[in-house]
């Protein structure tokens, strides 16, 4: 059995040492990225929580922004039909350049999600799934709440072990806008540093994020969804 993930969202947060953030040096990223069309933000906006470079967006939910703080980036491309290439290349450009306009060496750390959604093959739900395939008791261990349930979900969190610097948090849920849907997110934090010059590695990062959730969270997710 294999799924097709349909990914939602994708999130990354870029932090540093702390710099004097000067809202006309992020006015120059923006006038930079608008040149190319397939990273360039529409909007600039100074706000109280941060300097925020956005594109318009159709769908209700949607986000596309990246937003400047003292201490991070955190770029956010949300139900927009956004590839894991196309969000890679967009995070690797942006930095780079924002790094370079705002006078940053490193990284101190970075954090990355993904969210997907998977249809589970064997029940009518992803409550089924979660209630009767990965709880084994389902309906017994729920009757003792004397009411419907309408939705739960699974956390697993995996530490830094040998071979692997970074922590993974997934999360298996439903998902109230459908019920046939399962929502899953992966996150994962890297303690490392990235240098200015070593920037394309926050596409590495962001791959090993996303296929833990394709990959190793879908195979995980076969072995309860089954009749």
């Known amino acids: 059995m294999s799924y097709d993930p349909r990914t939602i969202a994708f999130l990354a947060e870029i932090l540093f040492q702390p710099v004097t953030l000067q809202a006309e040096r992020v006015q120059q990223i ?3 990225l608008f040149s190319r069309r397939e990273i360039a933000y529409q909007n600039f906006q100074i706000a ?8 318009l967006v159709q769908t209700p939910g949607a986000v596309s922004v990246a ?7 955190v770029v956010r491309e949300e139900l927009r039909s956004t590839t894991v290439e196309d969000f890679a290349t967009r995070l690797v450009n942006l930095s780079s350049l924002s790094f370079q306009v705002l006078g940053i060496r490193s990284s101190v750390a970075q954090q990355f999600v993904v969210r997907s959604l998977v249809t589970p093959r064997h029940w009518a739900s992803s409550t089924e799934l979660l209630a009767h395939g990965m709880l084994s008791q389902g309906d017994d261990a729920l009757a003792s709440f004397g009411r419907p349930l309408q939705a739960m979900g699974v956390r697993l969190t995996f530490p830094q072990a040998e071979g692997h610097g970074e922590t993974f948090n997934l999360r298996f849920e439903t998902w109230t806008q459908d019920p046939r849907s399962l929502w899953i997110e992966n996150t994962g934090s890297f303690a490392s540093a990235t240098t200015t010059e070593n920037l394309p590695a926050l596409s590495n990062y962001l791959y090993s994020t996303y296929r833990f959730l394709t990959q190793k969270a879908c195979s995980f997710l076969e072995l309860f969804d089954k009749k």
């Not at 109280?48 to 594109?55: A, M, T, V």
């Not at 937003?67 to 980036?73: A, H």
């Open 30 to 32: 923006h006038n930079s």
């Open 48 to 55: 109280q929580d941060g300097i925020h470079l956005s594109n």
């Open 67 to 73: 937003t400047f703080l003292p201490d991070r980036i």
